[in-house]
């Protein structure tokens, strides 16, 4: 049974760095795509990478500050967030889905079906 499990949310003072992990457990694809959605935006796709081949998909308004990586072996992947601004405070969702389509149009669209619980970044002054 495929699981998602979210870590790493917390305080962070604005401009500061903060990682979010992703541990997903009983992946049943062979290829797949693991993304981060931010509920504060509608759910929009953040960042997204694909298994296949580790290319990754950043939505416009982050690229330049958040990264997304991934540890194979771990089977975890991971948002780096730098230089946070009080509009990345949230709600960060973790979802994976097979690979079904391009990795941009997946992410774009919200094409998955398994969602972790959630981890909350906290804006501090």
């Known amino acids: 049974q495929l699981q998602l499990v979210e870590s790493g949310g917390g305080y962070v003072q604005p401009g500061g760095s903060l990682r979010l992990s992703c541990a997903a457990h009983?992946?049943?694809?062979?290829?797949?795509?693991v993304g981060w959605f931010f509920r504060e935006k509608s759910y929009d796709g953040v960042s997204c990478i694909s298994?296949?081949?580790?290319?990754?998909y950043y939505k416009d308004s982050v690229k330049g500050r958040f990264t997304i990586s991934r540890d194979s072996a771990k089977n975890t992947v991971y948002l780096q967030i730098n230089n946070l601004k009080p509009t990345d405070a949230g709600v960060y969702y973790c979802?994976?889905?097979?690979?079904?389509?391009?990795?941009?149009?997946?992410?774009?669209?919200?094409?998955?079906?398994?969602w972790g619980q959630g981890t909350w970044v906290f804006m501090s002054e």
């Open positions: 009983g992946l049943p694809w062979d290829e797949y795509v």
């Open positions: 979802g994976a889905a097979p690979l079904m389509t391009t990795l941009q149009d997946m992410c774009a669209r919200v094409l998955f079906g398994s």
């Open positions: 298994s296949k081949d580790g290319s990754t």
